[in-house]
């Protein structure tokens, strides 16, 4: 069972003080005067906290997260390290499937996330190995759910060419703005790219597509994403129960914007069923 006045003032006093939409936290914190939580198990809480947290403008990144291994009070904390570790081993650091195909098209599907950069890194390098070979590029993001600013860069070292690229900076309240660059990789894919993407497609792969789209360097196809550009912080509410908040704001060097709730617009609408074979012959190559 749950002690719920001061677990809902912790979580009003942390949305309050550090969450990143300035014009929502008021409203936020109000609502959350209503959340009834006795009773409940702390798997019920979370759910309904987070169903609480985003009834005022639907930010999918601000939630309460069951952890009945135990909550992290950050990410980079030994709970989230460990776990990510044993994600990047469990799911090839984000990479589901590289294939390079008779036609000469190099594919890449990302999902669920891409793991934090050092865990990635060796992944990444052997992806863009196998397909470096390829006339053209599909990168596969339909079932892509996350992954971290560092990461989306490393990636994008292997696709924006020979000099480093300014991808975006992330502003948080109080502190210098951090910069995201390019390191341009020798293993790099020069030839088309079409990125696809589905209306679930979220947070760090919405940027990699974001990224590329804004640059001219790809073609995304498919439905727009999800809408969740702020980088998140972790904070420990009890022994099971951690809250994610955005604390930052996200700022692409091209646009001077984000994808924050409005998701990142395909340049060719499809279902995301269809948008592989809706790449491919954009490419003027065979579906597979």
């Known amino acids: 069972m749950i002690e719920t006045s001061q677990l809902i003032s912790h979580v009003q006093e942390l949305v309050g003080e550090r969450y990143v939409l300035r014009d929502h936290a008021a409203a936020i914190v109000a609502d959350l005067d209503a959340v009834e939580l006795a009773g409940l198990t702390p798997e019920a809480a979370a759910a309904a906290l987070t169903q609480r947290l985003q009834r005022a403008n639907n930010d999918r990144h601000l939630r309460v997260r069951h952890r009945p291994e135990g909550a992290a009070s950050d990410f980079s904390g030994a709970e989230h390290e460990a776990r990510h570790a044993a994600e990047a081993l469990r799911n090839a ?107 679930t497609t979220f947070s760090g792969c919405e940027e990699l597509a974001y990224n590329l789209q804004a640059l001219g360097r790809a073609v995304v196809v498919g439905e727009t994403t999800g809408g969740g550009a702020h980088p998140v912080e972790a904070f420990r509410l009890t022994d099971v129960l951690e809250l994610h908040l955005p604390t930052a704001r996200s700022v692409n060097a091209v646009t001077g914007t984000n994808w924050e709730q409005v998701g990142v617009k395909p340049d060719i609408a499809c279902r995301a069923d269809d948008a592989l074979e809706t790449a491919l012959r954009d490419l003027h190559l065979e579906p597979v």
């Open 93 to 199: 650091g984000g990479f589901r499937r590289v294939q390079l195909l008779d036609d000469g098209v190099g594919l890449i599907e990302i999902a669920p996330c891409m793991s934090p950069v050092h865990l990635a890194e060796p992944y990444v390098r052997a992806a863009f190995t196998l397909v470096s070979s390829a006339a053209a590029l599909v990168i596969d993001l339909r079932a892509g759910r996350g992954g971290t600013p560092e990461t989306v860069a490393l990636i994008c070292g292997h696709l924006l060419g020979k000099e480093p690229v300014h991808l975006q900076d992330v502003e948080e309240l109080g502190c210098p703005p951090r910069q995201f660059w390019t390191s341009p990789a020798a293993t790099r894919i020069d030839g088309p790219i079409r990125v696809l993407t589905s209306s």
